[in-house]
Structures are given as C-alpha cells and as structure tokens.
C-alpha cells in the first residue's frame, strides 16, 4: 500500500518498526492534549495510528496542529516509537509517531455528524451526506464485508465450472411490465427499453446456447412500492445449470452456503435440512420458518372442537403453541399479546391462552367452556409442561396458520430464542406451482411461468392445478427467503400447457413470449437454476436487519437518493430529443 | 460436472477412461454412416465425443437415430472403447462410445444457420438467433475468455488491496446529460434517473469516504450515435486511489497489465514505453499509434520549402514517412494511396511520393519542382534508403499529422506489419488539459473537468490555458486506446479556476457539480484512477476486431436488440402511470 505519498498505511506499524522513519497519510479522527504533549489519531481504511508531538522541543508544529479540526487530510513524517501508554485494543496501540513534519494535504469543514462507530447523526442527515457515513467503522466495514462475499462466491463458483456471462441491462419490456423501470429510446421514438428485473430470460437463453453452467452477480430493477427495506436496484446471485435435476442445483448450491460460511464466518454449516411448503405452512405458519427455535404449531382441532365453544367449533383450524416457561405471564403481558395478535399486520381476531401451572392446575381465558379435563388434553396434545404457556388462534387453515407464525416469531423474539450469531439454513421444497388469486380469479405462476411442475403432476396439471407441486424451492436462512429457484420446463408443449394453465390464449403467450419459446425449439436442454440476493446474504451473515447498510448508495424509502438529489428534472431540449412529454394522462 | 443426467462431459473422455460404463448428454453436432456404422459427435460445451453404433447388432438403435437431426438433445449412456481412426486434433480424439441406450430430451429444427466455427449465416441472421451463434465454438470461446479475464483481474485487484464497490444505476442526470439514457419515476412525475455514462463521480465520492483503493467491472451507458463497433451499454474495469500520484497509478496498472499479459497470453511484457501527447501527434500523427512498426514521421519542412511547389511552400508542415521496399509499386499502386488519402474519412486534398531507386535515382510526382539533388536531401532526412518509397503529405499542422495518420496505419496493413499475436503497449502522458471547440469557442475539458493540472503548469490556466498539461494518460495497445486516467483535482480552489477556464458560471458549477464540490469540502484526498475498457480490452488480447464478438446479447448498430426486438413500444397504463405522453415536440 506504499504510495509516493506515504511509506505505511494507518494500520500495519507495530514493535517491529521501531525507530524507523515514516511516512503516513490520512484523516483526523481526534486530537487530544496532556501536559506537554499533543496527539492525534490519524485514520485510514486500514486502521489508527497516534502521531505524537512534544510541544517543550516542538512549538511550532504544535501550533499548527492547534488550527486543524477533525477530518482534515494530512501528510506526517516521523519516526515510530514505544508507547508509554499502550492501547491494546488496536494492532497499532503499542506505537506511535513522533512527528517532525505535518503538511496539510485538506482541510475540511465540521462534519455535520461524527465519525464514530455510534454517530450522532440522524438516518436522513447520514444518507445525504453518504460519503462521510461510510467513513464509520460499521458502514465501511459492511462494505469491505460484501466484497469479501462477492469474491469469495466468484472464486468458488468459478472453481466448479461456472462462468460469469454479463447479460444486458437495456432490453425488451416483461409481461410482469407494470414494475419495469424503463427506457425511453432516442433513435426509435415511442420505444421504450427495460431495465431488467433479473436475467431470468437471458440465463435460460444461454442454456439453449449450451454454456452448461452460468453464473452472474448483477444488478436488477424493480420499480414497486417500496415496503421496509428492499430498495429499486437490488444485486443477485444469479445461476444457471444444464442436465441437472432439482437434486443437482440444491447440492451445487449447497457447497456454496456450506464455502461461504467457512470461509467467511469460519463456521461449518452441516448438510440443510429441507422440509416442504406444506409443513412450512403446517409447522411454521410461513414458507421462510426461522429454524432456529421449535414451537412448531399443534393442531388442536379434535380436543377443543367438542365442546360449546363456537369460536373454536366452527374454526377450519384451531391450532397453539407452547411457549415453554411462561406460564407465569402476567395478566398485562398476556393481554400484550392479544394486541399484538389483533394489529392489523397480523389481523387475528383474538387469542386464548392456557397456563399450565407448576401445580398440575391449568388456568385459560376459556375456562368457561373447558375444565380441567379438557385443558389436560389440550396440554398433552401440545407437549406442554408444568410452567409453560399455550397459545391458541382459530380460524381458516391458511389465515390463521401465517397469523399464527406471526405470532411465533414474536415469542421467539420475547424469549430471545432468535439468536444473533446462530444460523439456521433451511431448504423449502415442494412449493405449490400456481397460485389462485381471488381478485382476478385466475392463477399465478408461485416461481414464475417456466417452472416446471414434478414430472409425477404433469398429468393433472389441466384438472387440479391447484395440487400441482413445482420443483421449485427456497434456501432461507433464519427465517428470511436468501434465494429461490426451480426447474424450467424445457418442453415446448409441456410450456404451452403451462401458459394455457395461466390464462394465457396462445396468441399472448406468443406476444409476450414467443422468441423464448422459438429459442426453445432448438434443442433446448433440461435446465434449472437459482438466484440469491446478495444485499440480503450480506445482511443475513452480517447479523443486520436491514440490506440499506450493505450498499454504498442506497436510494431512500421514497426511491430517491437523497445525496445526489436524483430523480430530477431534465431539460426540454432532453425531452424533445427522446420524443416524450412530462403529461400526466386524463 | 457429474450430474444425475451425465457421468462426463463430452469434453473429458480419453484413454484412460476405456471401458468405463459413462453416460453423455449433448447435442448432435453431425450424424455420419460409414459401412455398417453409425456415428454421432455429440457436442457439449466441454468437448466433442464420437458415439459408435452398428447396425448389425442394435439395429433399433441406428433405425431410431435415422430419425434425429442436428442439435437435437439427446442423453447417451454406453462404453469407452479405442477408436480404430483417431482423431488428433482433439482431447477426445482416441476414443468412441459404444452406445448402448439413447435418450432423446429434446428435438430441435433444423437451425437457420450451421453451428460450425465457419457459419454459413450472415450477421444479421445470427444476431437474431444469437443463442444459436453462442453455440459456435469462435463464439462460445470468446465468453469463456471474457470470464477468464474477468476474474483474473478481480483477484489481482483484490489481492492489492482493491475492493470492489458496486455504485448506483440509477442516479442524476449529468452535464453531459444528452448523452444520458434517462428512466422516468413513477412516484415523481416529470423527474428522471440516468444511467450512469461512468461511475465517476461515486468513485471520486468513495475516495472522499476513505476507500483507499476501489475498482469495479461495471456496465457504462452511452446514448450516443453509434460509430462502428461502439456499444450503448459496455463494460469498464473501474478504479481510484487515493494518496498517489500519475507514477504510483501508472505503476499499479503496469503491474495489472503484465499479470494478464502473462497469465492469460503468456507472455512476459517488459516496461510499457511512454510517450507524450505532443510526441505521438508529432511521430505518429495519433494519440493512440499503434507502435508495433516504426515509420515515425519525419517533418520536411526545411528541405521541401526552397522551390516553386506553391502546395509545400503554403503548408504549415510538410511532413513524410517512409515505406520500406516500396519503390518499386506500380502507378496504380500509388493511384491507390492517393485515392486512399483522398476518401472523405481521411480527407487529404493529395499525396506526394519519392521513390528511391536501387540504383540511386529518384523519382517523384512533383519532379517538375525538385531536381535529384533535392529529392537525395529529402532520402537523406528521411533516412530512406534504396529501395524505399517515400510518402508525402502537407497542409495544416494538427490536421496533416492526422491525415498521415491514417497512411501510415494503411501502410502497415500493407507491409503487414501490424502483425496479430504481437502487442505493443504504450502510455501516452502529458495530455492537453482544455481543448479548444471551434464550433461553440470555448474550451472543453480534454478527460473531464476534475482533471487535474500538472503542479508545474497551474500557474498558467488562466494565462495559457491551452498550454496547460494535464496529469492524465491513456494505456493504448496496438494503436487502440484501452484504458485512460487522470490525477484529479482535490483543492476546491483549483477546481474553482478550473470550471471557469472551462466558461462556467459559478452558479452553473454550482448547479451541475456543487454535490460533489461540497463533498471535496470536507477533506477530500489526494487521489486519481483510471478505467479501462473491458470489452475493448477482451477484443485486442484475443486478436479481434469487434467488441461485439465478446459480448453475450450486443446491440446491433442501430442501438437495437434485434432477437429480443428492444427498444419496443409499452401500454398506454404505464406510460400513465409514468405521467409521460410519447410526442413530438414543435
């Protein structure tokens, strides 16, 4: 790292340079004086070096240092020195620089927040001024962080035959165009480019092309409303394989996690468990469970629909959970539950409960309908002990199964059974191929239209479409979805059975996607793949909770990047060139 | 590459593997009937491997093959036994399989063009069918290459102390804006985003933040009329340091580039010569010669102005290279360097020739003017020797030099000294800051406008602005630039004098640039980069002449994606949505 402008970095002096002469470059993190002295910590990326003047046989260049302020840029010289005082917490602590020369390579104004670790700056206030919050230990740390990922994924997928191929960011609208960003064109007024929103297409293409393993980290585009934490321009992991089966892409895919998490986190990752989407749904109330704690659902249909109860009889599912130890909830945390359960993220309409106390007594909030008897039953069914607490919804299977996993998650959260620094992967297989929506009364592709279903459904994949199964699955990683994939069909008619399936007329599925469906009449081999988002990788092995920390430029909850001020406005002149007009339509 | 469907790939197989029980899958590169025998290549990305079939012994076998066709998919499984004609020319050359079971997985047309590395389809029809021209070896080849490239400059770079950064697509429109692809917002209407012509400003942003050392292969966007074998969107190896100087930069670059040269080509480059922007004008009439051959240009003012030839003596420089063993063309032949000099793209009003005869006479088309005597003193300057022709050009200085130029690059071609295989690299340094537009009289910024001066010549910017260097230096490798840098101003001062050499207001820097000028304020390092063009650089290692050849899904020269037929027109529900109207202005 030596440059013509310094002989060592900020971070590498130690013992072993003594009394040599340096040169170092970099910022002021701090200045302090005592007694006689003055020091500086100077910062780089690579870490803190002090610099020491003695102001008894140095006045002068302890007077210049009195003019500098945090953040200016300096150049020192000076020899390394012994401590007297040594910082063990830093590799540099044992030395420091008695200075004898300081040339003011910047200087700048009063950061408008401080560079620490814990700044005292505001979230709006640190993204406009973006470039001084990277400055922070966490933040620059997040990034050398990602890059450390990225190549250690690029080495590892190169090392098993895959080959990185740049598809193009400038193509054709989807059909799924409604969140297309797109492209006005300059040479064919009227026309318009997309930004892609993954190279789905242009990975299946290459497949067709024979390159038989495919791999891609890339940028995609999508324009939706922005709910918490995903952002309009997001980064894959993006792969592809040729002659596989569902088998070959989780084991090719499970080598990379199982890598990644020894080579990063030094942490051996055991073969992933899988369980399938529907005892996801049945266990988990979700098809991304966070695996790192049991309280796996109970289903308590046949010993609480027998009594007077309505709410439970009349329930497709009346299912509970076994908070172990919490019997002895207060009144107060128990009714903080129910409000949690009846917020309308969650939107149940309520939640029985029944301790079960250390006394073999059981106490619920439906003691009216059932006796002790009953409540006994119920806590056998549910493997409940003395000194745990059960908790029960009811309602439609589906409903209240994710309500329920809501609530999981947040028993989970209470007794701090989600533990940082602890990482369960989980394979979801088996997930359903269509989806029926209500509104539009028609089904949607789960994955999307080239997953193919299990060989063993084809067959009833006209007359019960909705118990088709894909082989699509999900790699989740405490709880959040990491990555997903599936076998596309390569079949041109198995393809249009498919889109038939959809609600396609022949006529659209060629409009939308007829060259792929040309392509696939040239020799199309058998193909599948998988994509990982990457800023949520980066966010999952790093412990955050949210993926803005691990990209240089976030856009903004709004989509806008509040440093450059963009989007904005262009000129007329701009516009006429292109063809359009800022108009909003009757 | 073991997968459920194949033991091997059709690349792998030799003798070492005989009588191993294997299963292929591939497509049928050609089905060829010899005596008794059938025999399919069957073709992978790996490899090719010859399948074996005898009619007398699996007739059903090669009566179900005469049905399949080329490019069909097909699944194999059978024995590795020796062939009795090998073939040398490849790794799977010794040995056949003797077919046993074929599986056919998909059928294909008969594709519109042969899948050889000589195709019989025109450019046109196999940019349409570009997943089929991918299948060409030439082609395929040149994607694996790129990939090769690719990652082994990230481990250089990263084994460096470079990180790889990814900065945003979707940011403000530039000065340059007209050359900016814009993305309209949904959720501000009448606002744009731009793609990014270079990460330039993010890069100089993360120097700012203390980065230290970035790089990034990054796709770049250019709305700009397409000259030949320019791409909207391309690919640059991206990068910034901090705390250097042009020596440190051009050093680390030198040093990347040798690595490539020796781990890709093999070949060990010495120290790249450098010249400056002043000597490459002068030598060579370019600031990018190709400096594999000689024939620097000799100026022959002095002994070409002392007679009546009005044409030289009018002419600001009389300048002339030197064709070994070209005395001797034709009269067509030099009817044909004057037609050359004479086309609209070179732009020369004629060309002047001496010839030096082997037996010490001369002749020349202006022979009306010099005598012998004269035509020798210009041999003599020229150090032409017999044999030799002698080519002559004159008018204006900057626009001869380039005119000679293009002659000169025409001869090589000729001589057939511009040899493939061969590479020449050369740092031009020593730019002109400011260039001066007739058209517009202003000055432009000959890089971009945060270049920054040499120290020496600061001085003069607002005295002499258009004697002022710049601490900038382009890479150039067989006369194609491939790579270009600079030093970059870190004073607001100096950037200050800088914008108004170049006839902004301070309002209008203020407005176009005042982020990043704020962003300098709060101290911004010493620091400069360079990025190199990916696809170009791929092109001149593999000795091509077209970038495009190295790109998965280029454009065509018309901007358009011809297989996915983009740009394309969108529904009026998102153009509303958009708050756009497609319309021409007045």
């Given at each position: 790292m030596k440059t013509s402008l310094r002989t060592h970095t900020c971070g590498e002096l130690n013992m072993q340079h003594l009394n040599e002469k340096v040169t170092l470059c970099g910022w002021i993190q701090k200045i302090r004086k005592l007694g006689g002295m003055t020091f500086i910590d100077l910062r780089d990326r690579y870490g803190i070096t002090q610099l020491a003047f003695d102001a008894a046989t140095q006045p002068e260049l302890c007077q210049q240092i009195d003019s500098f302020g945090r953040e200016w840029v300096i150049q020192v010289k000076g020899t390394v020195k012994e401590r007297y005082s040594k910082n063990k917490n830093i590799p540099t602590g044992d030395i420091e620089i008695m200075a004898d020369e300081i040339t003011v390579l910047n200087e700048s104004l009063t950061p408008p927040f401080t560079i620490e670790d814990e700044s005292d700056g505001g979230d709006e206030l640190r993204m406009r001024y973006r470039y001084l919050d990277l400055r922070r230990n966490p933040v620059k740390n997040n990034l050398l962080f990602r890059h450390k990922l990225s190549i250690t994924i690029r080495n590892y997928m190169n090392h098993i035959g895959f080959v990185e191929i740049e598809t193009p960011f400038l193509v054709g609208s989807t059909p799924e165009g409604a969140r297309d960003f797109v492209v006005p064109s300059r040479l064919s007024h009227g026309e318009f480019f997309a930004l892609p929103q993954s190279p789905q297409t242009f990975k299946q293409l290459l497949m067709v092309a024979g390159f038989d393993r495919y791999f891609q980290i890339v940028k995609c585009f999508r324009d939706e409303d922005l709910r918490a934490d995903r952002q309009p321009e997001f980064t894959q992991v993006d792969c592809e394989m040729s002659f596989v089966t569902q088998e070959d892409v989780i084991q090719i895919f499970e080598g990379l996690l199982k890598h990644i998490f020894k080579e990063i986190k030094g942490i051996e990752v055991g073969d992933i468990e899988r369980i399938t989407w529907a005892d996801a749904m049945k266990y988990y109330g979700s098809d991304k469970p966070d695996a790192r704690f049991g309280m796996r659902f109970v289903e308590?249909?046949?010993?609480?629909?027998?009594?007077?109860?309505?709410v439970f009889n009349q329930a497709e599912l009346v299912v509970g959970i076994v908070a172990k130890g919490c019997a002895s909830y207060t009144r107060k945390q128990l009714d903080g539950l129910t409000e949690f359960v009846k917020r309308p993220q969650v939107g149940a309409s309520g939640l029985v409960y029944v301790q079960c106390h250390e006394d073999g007594t059981f106490k619920s909030s439906v003691d009216k309908f059932y006796d002790q008897a009953d409540l006994q039953a119920v806590a056998k069914k549910a493997n409940a002990e003395p000194g745990d607490l059960i908790l029960i919804m009811a309602g439609p299977r589906v409903k209240t199964q994710v309500q329920m996993g809501a609530l999981r998650l947040e028993m989970g959260d209470r007794l701090g059974l989600r533990k940082k620094g602890e990482y369960k992967l989980l394979w979801v297989v088996d997930f359903p191929l269509l989806e029926w929506d209500e509104e539009t009364q028609r089904y949607y592709a789960m994955h999307h239209p080239f997953t193919a279903p299990k060989p063993?459904?084809?067959?009833?994949?006209?007359?019960?479409?909705?118990?088709?199964?894909?082989?699509?699955?999900?790699?989740?990683?405490?709880g959040t979805e990491v990555g997903g994939g599936s076998i596309r069909i390569h079949d041109k008619n198995l393809q249009k059975r498919m889109f038939k399936a959809l609600g396609f007329t022949e006529e659209e599925a060629q409009k939308q996607f007829g060259f792929l469906m040309n392509a696939f009449q040239y020799g199309a081999p058998p193909h599948g793949g998988l994509a990982l988002g990457f800023d949520r990788l980066c966010a999952i092995l790093s412990d955050a909770d949210s993926i803005r920390d691990f990209i240089a430029f976030p856009k903004n909850n709004a989509a806008r990047d509040v440093m450059l001020n963009a989007p904005s406005t262009i000129s007329d002149a701009q516009l006429k060139e292109l063809g359009i007009k800022v108009s909003e339509w009757e």
């Amino acid at each position: 790292m030596k440059t013509s402008l310094r002989t060592h970095t900020c971070g590498e002096l130690n013992m072993q340079h003594l009394n040599e002469k340096v040169t170092l470059c970099g910022w002021i993190q701090k200045i302090r004086k005592l007694g006689g002295m003055t020091f500086i910590d100077l910062r780089d990326r690579y870490g803190i070096t002090q610099l020491a003047f003695d102001a008894a046989t140095q006045p002068e260049l302890c007077q210049q240092i009195d003019s500098f302020g945090r953040e200016w840029v300096i150049q020192v010289k000076g020899t390394v020195k012994e401590r007297y005082s040594k910082n063990k917490n830093i590799p540099t602590g044992d030395i420091e620089i008695m200075a004898d020369e300081i040339t003011v390579l910047n200087e700048s104004l009063t950061p408008p927040f401080t560079i620490e670790d814990e700044s005292d700056g505001g979230d709006e206030l640190r993204m406009r001024y973006r470039y001084l919050d990277l400055r922070r230990n966490p933040v620059k740390n997040n990034l050398l962080f990602r890059h450390k990922l990225s190549i250690t994924i690029r080495n590892y997928m190169n090392h098993i035959g895959f080959v990185e191929i740049e598809t193009p960011f400038l193509v054709g609208s989807t059909p799924e165009g409604a969140r297309d960003f797109v492209v006005p064109s300059r040479l064919s007024h009227g026309e318009f480019f997309a930004l892609p929103q993954s190279p789905q297409t242009f990975k299946q293409l290459l497949m067709v092309a024979g390159f038989d393993r495919y791999f891609q980290i890339v940028k995609c585009f999508r324009d939706e409303d922005l709910r918490a934490d995903r952002q309009p321009e997001f980064t894959q992991v993006d792969c592809e394989m040729s002659f596989v089966t569902q088998e070959d892409v989780i084991q090719i895919f499970e080598g990379l996690l199982k890598h990644i998490f020894k080579e990063i986190k030094g942490i051996e990752v055991g073969d992933i468990e899988r369980i399938t989407w529907a005892d996801a749904m049945k266990y988990y109330g979700s098809d991304k469970p966070d695996a790192r704690f049991g309280m796996r659902f109970v289903e308590l249909n046949d010993v609480l629909q027998h009594k007077e109860f309505k709410v439970f009889n009349q329930a497709e599912l009346v299912v509970g959970i076994v908070a172990k130890g919490c019997a002895s909830y207060t009144r107060k945390q128990l009714d903080g539950l129910t409000e949690f359960v009846k917020r309308p993220q969650v939107g149940a309409s309520g939640l029985v409960y029944v301790q079960c106390h250390e006394d073999g007594t059981f106490k619920s909030s439906v003691d009216k309908f059932y006796d002790q008897a009953d409540l006994q039953a119920v806590a056998k069914k549910a493997n409940a002990e003395p000194g745990d607490l059960i908790l029960i919804m009811a309602g439609p299977r589906v409903k209240t199964q994710v309500q329920m996993g809501a609530l999981r998650l947040e028993m989970g959260d209470r007794l701090g059974l989600r533990k940082k620094g602890e990482y369960k992967l989980l394979w979801v297989v088996d997930f359903p191929l269509l989806e029926w929506d209500e509104e539009t009364q028609r089904y949607y592709a789960m994955h999307h239209p080239f997953t193919a279903p299990k060989p063993e459904h084809e067959a009833i994949l006209e007359t019960k479409p909705g118990e088709v199964n894909a082989n699509a699955y999900d790699i989740v990683i405490n709880g959040t979805e990491v990555g997903g994939g599936s076998i596309r069909i390569h079949d041109k008619n198995l393809q249009k059975r498919m889109f038939k399936a959809l609600g396609f007329t022949e006529e659209e599925a060629q409009k939308q996607f007829g060259f792929l469906m040309n392509a696939f009449q040239y020799g199309a081999p058998p193909h599948g793949g998988l994509a990982l988002g990457f800023d949520r990788l980066c966010a999952i092995l790093s412990d955050a909770d949210s993926i803005r920390d691990f990209i240089a430029f976030p856009k903004n909850n709004a989509a806008r990047d509040v440093m450059l001020n963009a989007p904005s406005t262009i000129s007329d002149a701009q516009l006429k060139e292109l063809g359009i007009k800022v108009s909003e339509w009757e």
